[in-house]
């Protein structure tokens, strides 16, 4: 274990949260896993990553199954759904120590706001955007395709530079994991440029049943998803956010390169849990409508992907 360095606590221990609590465990940080349904396989069993950069690792680890068992820790990277922030925030404050250090690593626009206000005044929130090719494939089992960054940006707290030095740490801890990590000076036009890749692919996995490749294969998808993308960036420089010049088709370069993957959203639709439309979709719908600019086909594709989800959802 690293001296002199804070204990992190992981929140949502799934394909996000495992992945990441796992590689900083493995490089000697204390680091504390809080789980719900999978805890006592991962307290047998510890967390397994297969991943094709790192090799397959698999490590024992601090779990526990409420956050009232766990030490008071000074990071809290927040794997979880935005879906569930809710029923998080009391979870979070409880396992939070003086002047803790909250991180959602989380999609889509609004998510900090959401929490802010359940959070103490003492506590730093700051965003986490990961970019990763990552998926939960049993209890405690996680498998990691390609990539792997975090870009952290500060969000509110009591931090009298504006959370300049937070971040810098933040980035710390990741780099010293092994994991590529930027600083973020502005996390809300961060946060729309994230969506540029997550508003197409995630939306039409969905509701294509379609994976990258197949996506990328066919001539309509791959128009879809630049018009998809050609909107989202409209959107952001109506909110006050230019996107860097030729973003968009950046990553549909860099997609193009990836191995074959299914986004979050459709793991989460095979499984029948609530879709994350409100914070992908709806939010930044309703920033861009406010802002004077429509966006249709982002319109289109989130009415359809309601109209799924409220189908799997009991009723």
């Known amino acids: 274990m690293h001296p002199h360095t804070p204990r992190i606590g992981i929140i949502g221990s799934g394909a996000i949260g495992g992945f990441y609590g796992l590689m900083l465990a493995r490089a000697g940080f204390d680091v504390h896993f809080l789980l719900r349904s999978e805890y006592e396989v991962v307290r047998e069993q510890g967390v397994t990553v297969e991943s094709a950069v790192h090799g397959n690792l698999q490590i024992k680890v601090q779990a526990y199954a409420s956050a009232a068992d766990m030490p008071p820790c000074d990071w809290l990277l927040v794997g979880a759904k935005a879906t569930s922030n809710d029923q998080l925030a009391p979870l979070i404050v409880q396992a939070a120590a003086p002047g803790a250090k909250v991180v959602l690593l989380q999609n889509g626009l609004g998510v900090e706001e959401q929490l802010r206000p359940a959070l103490r005044s ?133 997609t193009e390169r990836m191995p074959d993957y299914w986004p979050s959203m459709y793991h989460d639709h095979v499984h029948k849990r609530p879709l994350e439309l409100q914070a992908i979709y709806a939010e930044p719908l309703a920033q861009a409508r406010a802002a004077g600019c429509r966006l249709p086909r982002m319109e289109m594709l989130y009415q359809a992907l309601a109209f799924i989800d409220r189908g799997a959802q009991p009723r």
């Open 122 to 254: 003492d506590m730093h929130l700051l965003g986490g955007l990961c970019f990763i090719c990552v998926n939960r494939q049993a209890p405690g089992v996680v498998r990691h395709q390609a990539l792997g960054a975090v870009n952290l940006g500060y969000h509110s707290g009591p931090a009298s530079d504006g959370g300049a030095a937070l971040v810098n740490e933040g980035v710390g801890l990741f780099r010293a994991a092994g994991i590529d990590s930027q600083a973020m000076p502005d996390l809300a036009q961060a946060r729309w440029q994230k969506l540029v890749w997550n508003v197409p692919y995630n939306g039409l996995s969905v509701l294509l049943g379609a994976s990258t490749t197949p996506l990328m294969a066919d001539s309509h998808a791959r128009a879809l998803i630049q018009a998809l993308m050609a909107e989202v960036v409209q959107g952001a420089a109506a909110c006050g956010h230019v996107l860097p010049e030729g973003y968009a088709e950046h990553l549909f370069q860099v």
